[in-house]
């Protein structure tokens, strides 16, 4: 037979006790207590632990001290367990509803003075806005009650148990793993304990229990429909909206009907006009904020206000290194505020809603907001038969229903939420649909989104994640029969009359996404695709320290983890420290909402917004001469209305007859804003003006002889035909490289793209390029001559237990008075698989001090790739060694910088070297990349602390490098973007810190 304990922690049931009604987050001038602050707290490792803990008497001192909110495992330098990491798998037994016996079990107690004249309220409650998984309540010795939804809210009825005066207890077990933890599966940290607030409320006679003004929009009109719940005693009720002149006055309950207002401005997430609202009572006044908007559903667009949305969006959980889900609300608002600086319009709230103070802020700052219910099962999901699912048997309907019940009801008065989600990957089944059904009821007017519904049985949207290019765009063809996942040619054809959305896409782990810019162009050809959301927002890495102090970003693995899904939890577009990606710049680029096409003398400037015109935008331009500004000014753009386009006169442009000329035209914030300031840069576009110019020819030698011994040419210094010295500084190379540190996508092996003919089940790309040995080539040198002013070397590289090779030619001249070096690379036949790129590295020791930094004249600031190029733009840069790489929370492949035309590499803030990277005969130019440490040794380091220390920079020059794909959760790197085994050239110009020098 189950104990006691067993049995509790196991009942699927969502709530036991005093529990009172889900009902709205609320502002109220009604009397509260904040419960926060220090805890007395015992961690036990089994729920069997005796009870006495509860009684108002017990000796606590010798308990330790713990913040709530907190996660006990985040707290107590380990002495109190370790964070776990899993995406899919449970971290326990698959034995639903049961989990082991060795489940720790958080005990908190804290005194508590219920205030002067509290004894008059009615009721009194003890809120909880979130406890991880199970808990249940003691006050004063009374067993109150229990309750589970980590993620949700419950208020609890105190009212019997509180005395006057200062001699209040309230107790509190939380259980690590519940049956709830069933539902709970998302991919996610662990983190058990009270993290957010915990409240005490004086609920007054005559007060508002709950509120919901439900708002529309109209062509200038507003419209809202009030729905108070309160004891008749309440009543008369009246609502104000001063600046609207409003003042309506109820009655009765029967007595309150729609307010019609005659002139609002209405919200959008562009403009998000709010109006502040007080609903009163003779004994409470409640203060909401309301914006004006109506959400619908036409045909197969999802519209706001009669306009099409298109969602810029990131699935954003709740997430800091150092304090978990704990919320804080300056770091929210900075974190919304990225955001919008970065033109993200929309959130979802995977997989559960957030702090409820979150939304307050979308609401004033302005996003969309998909709302998610805080449900996931999928570790049931065994290679897709969902044995055992909780959303597919009738023992978990009440807990299901209870937890999108406290959902819309804490959340139903924001603006921003315009879609309910059931909740993220738990199959299918008859619980989702009574969810469905529930919210539908409930709320009519706001659509309800569940990706798993790949039938379109019970939701109102037709939802995926990670669909490639081209099944993204049969679904928004009209007339396409194309098979939709999951469904027959009926059900597909429904779900093709329906808005679609990608709730979740290119999936931003380590270094990519790429490809963003293929899936916004669909949303332009086709109306029914209406955006998405990337996953996702940040890394969720855990701040931990080595043993000698070194901190870094800890991920799945990192705490000793039994069963753990590794850095998966790092696929932010934002690192863990806040520092946003480079992918993140590409996103910007690729989403900006004003768009600019050059056609001659004149400038095509296209409102993409939703409702917003271009009043408040400044439009620039500039012009330089490689990379230096040489002209500028303001461009005259009268207000373009949104979906609408202008066309406006480009200013006369210098160009420059020996030097690339660039025309750059952009929108800046007129005016600061809550989240950027004046001059902030919301869209720029490029157009190339240079006078075209031929390319040195080089030159044919002949009366090449043998010659291994010492040579001097130019600035080089050469030994048995191998570079030594350049400039006099210590230099070997070029050595080819055809690795790179594989990204998280080259790791991956989720689906590839059709018609990518290297595709192999469950492989990577990465596991192909070390079968093939590309992380450890060796060169045997085939031929060294020279002539009076050139040195020429052929090497055949190739790997150990490997029939494939590579034929390097290497060619040392002096042209035009200036060191060239060129490099023919030929890949002998036999190579089955993508390349990761096509490229020479020099080694550059610390002989005469370190070359710690770069100038460029090429395509910058951030790193760049073949498919994540729209951030780049043409110009002059310069970085140290250290801000040339992102900081990737596993060493991986970073700072490439395509599209070189000059390089100076600099030690100590003084030049040293110079390059200029000359067009092949095809005019495509190489990138660079320079760094402290060489592939091979990214490659082998599982976090950056683990990397040597090197005073030794490696310069790689690539002909090509491969694309980026997000193959870690998604498609592989689209068939453009794959280098294939291929000849390349490369051409430098080399010359020394001194023009003269040599």
Not at 198 to 223: H, K, S
Request: one cysteine or more.
């Amino acid at each position: 037979m189950p104990s006691e304990h067993s049995a509790y922690v196991s009942d699927t049931a969502p709530w036991r006790g005093a529990l009172r009604p889900a009902r709205s987050w609320l502002h109220s001038d009604a009397p509260a207590l904040s419960l926060n602050g220090d805890w007395r707290f015992r961690l036990s490792p089994t729920a069997a632990v005796a009870e006495d803990f509860a009684a108002a008497g017990f000796d606590d001192d010798g308990w330790e001290g713990i913040p709530v909110p907190a996660h006990w495992v985040l707290e107590g330098d380990g002495a109190w367990g370790r964070p776990i990491y899993t995406n899919i798998q449970f971290p326990f037994p698959i034995d639903p509803p049961h989990v082991p016996d060795e489940n720790p079990t958080g005990d908190y107690r804290r005194r508590f003075g219920l205030p002067d004249g509290w004894s008059d309220a009615e009721r009194v409650l003890l809120r909880f806005d979130g406890v991880e998984s199970l808990f249940k309540v003691w006050v004063n010795g009374v067993e109150i009650g229990s309750a589970s939804g980590s993620r949700l809210a419950h208020e609890f009825d105190v009212t019997s148990a509180v005395r006057p005066g200062e001699d209040n207890v309230v107790a509190v077990r939380v259980h690590q793993w519940s049956a709830a933890s069933y539902l709970e599966d998302q991919d996610q940290w662990w983190l058990p304990g009270i993290f957010r607030d915990v409240t005490l409320l004086a609920r007054p006679a005559g007060g508002i229990e709950d509120v919901w003004l439900r708002t529309g929009y109209d062509d200038g009109r507003g419209r809202i429909e009030a729905e108070i719940t309160a004891d008749p005693s309440a009543f008369p009720v009246t609502l104000r909206i001063p600046e609207l002149g409003v003042e309506q006055v109820w009655r009765t309950a029967s007595d309150v009907a729609p307010v019609e207002v005659a002139a609002v401005r209405p919200w959008s997430a562009e403009q998000p006009r709010l109006y502040d609202a007080t609903v009163s009572s003779a004994a409470e006044t409640v203060t909401l904020r309301v914006g004006f908007r109506t959400v619908e559903i036409r045909g197969d667009r999802f519209l706001v206000n009669g306009r099409r949305v298109v969602f810029h969006g990131m699935n954003r959980h709740e997430a800091h290194p150092e304090r978990g889900r704990v919320f804080d609300e300056a770091h929210a608002r900075e974190d919304l505020a990225r955001m919008k600086r970065f033109n993200v319009n929309a959130i979802r709230t995977s997989h559960y809603p957030p702090h409820p103070r979150l939304l307050d802020l979308a609401d004033e700052l302005g996003f969309w907001v998909v709302l998610e219910c805080d449900l996931e099962t999928h570790g049931f999901d065994n290679d897709g038969d969902w044995t055992g699912n909780p959303t597919d048997d009738p023992a978990w309907r009440a807990a299901c229903l209870d937890r999108i019940e406290r959902t819309v009801e804490r959340d139903k008065n924001h603006p921003g939420v315009v879609m309910w989600s059931l909740g993220n990957e738990a199959g299918t089944g008859v619980n989702l649909a009574a969810m469905a059904a529930w919210t539908h009821a409930r709320d009519p007017e706001r659509p309800v989104h569940y990706e798993g519904d790949y039938t379109g049985d019970y939701t109102d949207v037709y939802s995926r994640m990670y669909a490639t290019v081209p099944e993204a765009e049969q679904i928004g063809t009209d007339g396409s029969d194309a098979p939709l996942l999951g469904c027959t040619p009926a059900q597909g054809a429904r779900q093709r009359t329906k808005p679609f959305l990608l709730c979740e896409y290119a999936h931003a782990m380590g270094n990519g996404p790429g490809a963003l810019d293929q899936y916004e162009e669909l949303v332009h050809r086709h109306p029914r695709l209406h955006g998405g959301f990337v996953w996702e927002w940040r890394d969720h890495g855990i701040l931990a320290r080595t043993a000698d102090g070194t901190p870094y970003h800890a991920y799945g693995g990192d705490f000793g983890e039994v069963v753990h899904d590794g850095n998966f939890v790092m696929d932010g577009m934002v690192l863990s420290d806040d520092v946003p990606t480079p992918g993140l710049h590409e996103f910007k680029a690729v989403v900006q909402p004003i768009r600019f096409a050059f056609d001659g003398d004149r400038l095509a400037v296209t409102n993409l917004r939703h409702s917003a015109d271009t009043s408040d935008l400044a439009f620039r331009w500039r012009v330089e001469h490689d990379g230096t500004v040489v002209a500028s000014g303001d461009l005259e753009v009268a207000p373009v209305a949104a979906g609408e386009s202008a066309r406006v006169p480009l200013p006369a442009v210098p160009v420059a007859p020996d030097a690339e000329t660039w025309l750059t035209v952009e929108a800046v914030l007129a005016a600061a804003t809550a989240w950027a300031p004046a001059g902030h840069e919301v869209a720029t576009a490029q157009q190339d003006r240079s006078v075209r110019r031929p390319v040195p020819a080089g030159r044919r030698r002949t009366g090449w002889l043998p010659d291994e011994g010492t040579f001097a040419l130019g600035i080089a210094e050469f030994t048995g035909g191998s570079l030594t010295r350049l400039a006099g500084r210590a230099v070997t190379g070029p050595r080819l490289e055809l690795f790179r540190a594989p990204t998280d996508n080259d790791e991956g092996t989720s689906d590839r793209l059709e018609g990518s003919d290297d595709a192999l089940p469950e492989v990577s790309s990465a596991q192909l390029w070390r079968r093939d040995g590309l992380d450890r080539l060796t060169t045997r040198r085939i031929a060294v001559a020279r002539t009076a002013d050139a040195l020429r070397t052929v090497d055949r590289v190739s790997a150990a237990n490997s029939a494939l090779s590579v034929t390097v030619e290497s060619v040392w001249s002096v042209e035009d008075g200036e060191l060239e070096l060129r490099v023919e690379i030929e890949p002998a036949r036999g190579w089955r698989t993508v390349w990761p790129r096509i490229g020479v590295r020099f080694e550059l020791p610390d002989g005469t001090g370190p070359v710690d930094g770069a100038d460029w004249f090429g395509l910058g600031p951030h790193e760049s790739y073949p498919d994540s190029l729209r951030a780049a733009r043409t110009g002059r840069f310069s970085a140290d060694v250290g801000d040339l790489a992102a900081g990737y929370a596993r060493p991986q492949e970073t700072g490439h910088r395509s599209g070189l035309r000059r390089l100076t590499l600099t030690s100590g803030g003084t030049e040293v070297l110079h390059l200029t990277a000359l067009p092949d005969t095809r005019g495509r130019r190489p990138g660079f990349t320079l760094a402290r440490h060489t592939p091979q040794q990214l490659a082998r380091a599982a976090h950056p602390h683990e990397l040597p220390e090197s005073a030794t920079s490696h310069l790689i020059i690539d002909a090509a490098q491969h694309g980026l794909g997000s193959r870690a959760c998604g498609p592989d790197v689209w068939p453009e973007f794959a280098l294939r085994p291929e000849a390349r050239t490369l051409r430098l110009r080399i010359t020394g810190a001194d023009p003269h020098a040599g």
